[in-house]
């Protein structure tokens, strides 16, 4: 009895040692271990995070007094605030918004120094983009903290300067309205990438692409079919998502649908090309899908869907603007929520059209290359 337990242990100390050595003598096997163990960890290092610093914000000082510049000094003296414009007027307040050059507006009014002289409450106006809820909220709070710590600063202690805070785009921070419709692009990008990334690497491990090589067709009408069904696919389900965010959960949308579809549209082309160049190099669905997954999680980090990109160091923000799904991004969140145009969108439109006219050749090369 005790024989047959040590030969049972011992072929299976052999069949664990074979299979340890199966896979660490691979190359491509040991680079798929590594690689993304160290490639995330950086990236959720030094993207994921909700502590903000950097918070560009405009100011508008109506005041021009001399507690009004001390309040100021607070703000430009912290190591998260800096000031990208000074306004003249509020009629300047809605560029800074919706280029996102600015975070948040901070507005103070002009009889803001007669009522700290004389005891009165003043009020200071804190606009924030709420298109981005958890960065807002986030601002609001370091902006509280600082006129706290002013407030303790003089008067006792007394509260004699309180906030006014206004969301644009999302009033009341309903962080729904932020997520679901940055959904349609993220499902989009997974979906697109997912079934691009399968569509050769399937059938050749299933044997049928040898015979698809027999047929009339070329290559490219090869290539060009196994396009297109990732793309309907993926304007489907976008559909379907869209549909859900109006009349489900009635976030409403204050946009047009052609610029809604044509970023959708350019987007699932962009991403395509990502996901056939992975199956041209693919030779089985399980490279596949360890190829999607190394990217899917850095492209959905790096594109600004939970923190800011202003946020990220330096070179990351210049990785960022090979990130398809980035741009996608703040065009429909610009759409959705602040009902811009083709016309204030157009820009997020070329670094996706850039990505898709370099994997689109790249995917014809690599086929064309492997049947080689």
């Given amino acids: 009895m005790m024989n047959g337990w040590k030969y049972f242990i011992q072929q299976l100390k052999w069949m664990i040692r074979k299979e340890l050595l199966s896979t660490l003598k691979d190359p491509k096997t040991r680079a798929i271990l590594v690689v993304p163990v160290f490639v995330q960890s950086l990236i959720f290092g030094y993207v994921a995070t909700y502590d903000l610093d950097h918070v560009p914000y405009a100011l508008l ?3 021009h007094s001399q507690e009004s510049t001390q309040l100021i000094a607070k703000l430009d003296g912290s190591a998260a605030f800096q000031r990208v414009r000074t306004l003249g007027n509020s009629h300047e307040i809605a560029d800074c918004i919706d280029s996102g050059e600015a975070m948040l507006v ?3 009014p002009s009889d803001f120094s007669q009522n700290l002289s004389r005891g009165y409450i003043s ?3 804190v606009i924030t983009d709420g298109r981005n809820t958890m960065t807002a909220s986030l601002a609001q709070n370091y902006i509280g903290s600082i006129v706290g710590s002013y407030n303790a600063s003089r008067n006792n202690g007394l509260n004699v300067i309180q906030l006014e805070t206004v969301s644009w785009y999302n009033p009341n921070f309903i962080t729904r309205w932020n997520f679901l419709p940055a959904l349609v692009i993220m499902l989009s990008l997974v979906q697109v990438l997912m079934l691009g990334g399968l ?3 399937r059938e050749r491990e299933q044997g049928t692409f040898d015979q698809l090589l027999v047929t009339p067709l070329s290559p490219v009408q090869i290539l060009i079919g196994k396009a297109v069904a990732p793309m309907l696919i993926g304007l489907i389900q976008s559909s379907i998502v869209l549909l859900i965010c109006i009349y489900w959960f009635e976030i409403p949308m204050a946009g047009d649908l052609f610029p809604m579809y044509l970023t959708i549209g350019i987007f699932i082309i962009s991403c395509t090309g990502i996901g056939l160049s992975i199956s041209a190099i693919s030779k089985s669905m399980q490279q596949v899908m360890v190829y999607c997954f190394v990217l899917l999680m850095p492209m959905v ?4 869907l939970a923190t800011p990109v202003n946020n990220m160091p330096e070179l990351l923000q210049l990785v960022t603007y090979a990130d398809p799904m980035r741009f996608a991004l703040d065009a ?3 759409i959705y929520l602040e009902g811009a145009g083709f016309l204030d969108v157009w820009p997020d439109y070329i670094p996706m059209l850039v990505v898709a006219c370099i994997t689109m050749p790249l995917a014809g090369w690599l086929f064309r290359n492997n049947l080689q």
């Fill in 61 to 63: 000082d109506l005041s």
């Fill in 106 to 108: 901070l507005t103070i």
């Fill in 123 to 125: 009020t200071i106006q």
């Fill in 199 to 201: 569509s050769v690497a």
């Fill in 301 to 304: 980090l790096l594109s600004g």
């Fill in 332 to 334: 429909v969140r610009r």
